[in-house]
């Protein structure tokens, strides 16, 4: 049974991912406050599926906040660190650490997530300097170079490479290698696809590429800096490198470039694939591309030392102590939300749930079930609200999946309200 669901929800998934990643690119033509588009961006995430059999222990990280993320099987002498994207303004932990947690089980190593500072509040260099400081702890901690592959999506791409060269610019040891999945590599936006792939790429249109300009950089002559455009970079001795992209993407000739010009690297190119796509694990190319990305990584590990065993049992030994400050002051905390808040939405929902259920009886009461059914927006939402729900099962478990399709009987409000309601619960007692 379990199987059939999930097999179903994938199959909704694929359905519906590439019409609401259209629908969101209409909404982001509409939005130009770079908070506005963080809070729709945190609102969109709150809704997504957490990783599982993941154990999070909150860290500062040289000067920002981190989580380290363990999965089983992950090694203590191997490290992914990785750092999200999200157009340099936005951080979307859920999404990130799923993602990050599927890398880590094919790569068998453990992550870190850096919460590193977002623009407009902290412009270049700030989200570099986190970076890199990040990465020097890991050096300092114990970890050598050659235990360590940086990867990074969209904006944290662009702070992938552009890490890579500080660092050999500061004379720092590198790391075994590196990922990039949709980079962005060049803020002068002078790659050919930006205006061949624009209409196609389902999630950015080419007018609104230059906002991003102004909103992370204070002066706009270090657009063409290495660390700002990594395409203009000098890769003499840089590690291995490998690059996903998809062939629509508006982005596609910022991997393109950097490919030619870094020395062994390895480029993809994947037809029809959105932006960052190997986060949509609904997608059977994200599934076998994050496959590739392990086989990738355990290479260009595969030198490091491995005294230190297999299984991590425990916290490492780099976690905070307890009570101890988890943020770097002027980082805001990027955890999940704390039981009395996920107490507080459980009951919200709960709310909403009884309120739908009693305008629905009394409808009914009142003789007017026959007029809402012939209603085919109620059938419209009722669908929608059915797809959700098959997509979002994980999130509640068989029986809660069971007790929000019967709610869908007395609207799909009421289905919805009930959904929210059992995940917020059962989010409050992990």
């Known amino acids: 049974m379990e199987w059939s669901v999930n097999r179903l929800r994938n199959a909704i998934g694929r359905r519906m991912l590439f019409p609401a990643l259209r629908l969101a690119r209409e909404q982001m033509k509409l939005i130009s406050d770079p908070l506005h588009l963080r809070e729709l961006a945190a609102r969109a995430d709150a809704m997504g599926r957490p990783a599982t059999g993941v154990r999070e222990t909150p860290v500062t990280a040289g000067s920002a906040p981190a989580t380290w993320l363990d999965v089983k099987g992950a090694r203590r002498d191997r490290v992914l660190l990785y750092l999200h994207g999200g157009a340099f303004v936005t951080e979307t932990p859920v999404f990130h650490g799923a993602l990050l947690a599927r890398l880590c089980t094919e790569v068998h190593a453990r992550g870190l997530m850096l ?37 990074g999506d969209s904006a944290g ?65 270090l657009r063409t800096h290495p660390h700002v455009s990594p ?19 508006l982005l596609l000739d910022d991997s393109v ?51 230190q065993g297999a299984d991590v ?25 704390t039981a009395p808040a996920a107490s507080l939405a459980a009951r919200t929902y709960l709310g909403l749930a009884v ?14 079930a026959p007029l809402m059914l012939a209603n085919p927006l109620l059938w419209a939402t009722s669908a929608v609200v059915l797809a959700c729900l098959l997509v979002e099962a994980p999130a509640v478990g068989r029986s809660g999946l069971g007790l929000s399709l019967a709610a869908l009987l007395l609207g ?11 995940r917020a619960r059962k989010r409050g007692a992990g």
């Open 115 to 151: 919460h590193y500072r977002l623009a407009p509040e902290h412009r270049y260099p700030a989200a570099l300097d986190d970076c890199i400081a990040a990465y020097r702890w890991l050096l300092d901690t114990g970890h050598t170079a050659e235990q360590i592959v940086v990867a």
């Open 231 to 249: 395409v203009f970079g000098d890769y003499t001795g840089m590690p291995p490198l490998l690059l996903l992209v998809g062939s629509t993407e």
């Open 257 to 307: 470039r950097v490919a030619h010009r870094w020395p062994g690297a390895q480029l993809e190119v994947w037809h029809g694939m959105p932006h960052v796509f190997p986060g949509f694990d609904v997608l059977p190319e994200a599934i076998a591309a994050t496959q590739g990305i392990g086989r990738f990584a355990r290479e260009c590990l595969k030198a490091a030392p491995s005294a």
């Open 355 to 368: 309120a739908n259920a009693a305008l629905a009886l009394g409808l009914l009461l009142l003789g007017l």
């Open 157 to 221: 791409g662009n702070l992938t490479l552009a890490l890579l060269l500080r660092a050999r610019d500061e004379g720092l040891p590198l790391p075994a290698g590196a990922v990039a999945l949709s980079p962005v590599t060049d803020f002068t936006f002078s790659g050919g696809s930006v205006q061949r792939n624009d209409g196609i790429d389902d999630m950015f249109v080419a007018d609104k590429m230059g906002d991003l300009l102004p909103v992370y950089l204070d002066d706009p002559r």
């Open 412 to 422: 799909p409000g009421t289905a919805l309200s009930v959904f929210l309601y059992l």
């Open 313 to 337: 049992g425990t916290t490492a030994g780099q976690a905070a102590a307890p009570g101890a400050d988890m943020h770097a002051p002027g980082h805001p905390p990027a955890r999940a939300p």
